[in-house]
């Protein structure tokens, strides 16, 4: 079992920035690839992007250039840097982990955070 707990989540106008952090327990954090999805009333949960055990990235069309994933190994969390932030960019974001190397559809996810909102203004 792991243990995910989103923060960061919050109101910011279009252009603003908002990081995101996922603190995880459990299981050891470093097994695992650490993705990040979310979700917007009528839609599916769409994957945002994904930091693999060897900290390599790989990020969804609609955020490369501003979104940024990382993870801290000694700290147990893995986090989102979301920059030029758009109204389209509003939706419940969940931080997930899974166990395979590469991982962008929500089946694929093994553990689930209860998700943080992010609502941006125009």
């Known amino acids: 079992q792991v243990q995910l707990v989103e923060s960061g989540g919050g109101l910011v106008q279009a252009g603003g920035s908002l990081r995101l952090s996922c603190a995880a327990s459990?299981?050891?954090?470093?097994?695992?690839?650490m993705g990040w999805f979310r979700q917007a009333p009528g839609k599916e949960r769409d994957f945002v992007a994904q930091?693999?055990?060897?900290?390599?990235?790989y990020y969804a069309d609609d955020v490369k250039g501003r979104f940024t994933i990382s993870r801290d190994n000694a700290k147990n969390t893995v986090y989102l840097q979301m920059n030029s932030l758009k109204p389209e960019d509003t939706a419940v974001y969940y931080c997930?982990?899974?166990?395979?190397?590469?991982?962008?559809?929500?089946?694929?996810?093994?553990?689930w955070g209860q998700g943080t909102q992010v609502t941006v203004s125009s």
């Open positions: 459990g299981r050891t954090f470093s097994n695992y690839a």
């Open positions: 930091v693999k055990t060897g900290s390599t990235t």
């Open positions: 997930a982990a899974s166990s395979r190397q590469l991982a962008i559809a929500a089946w694929e996810y093994t553990y």
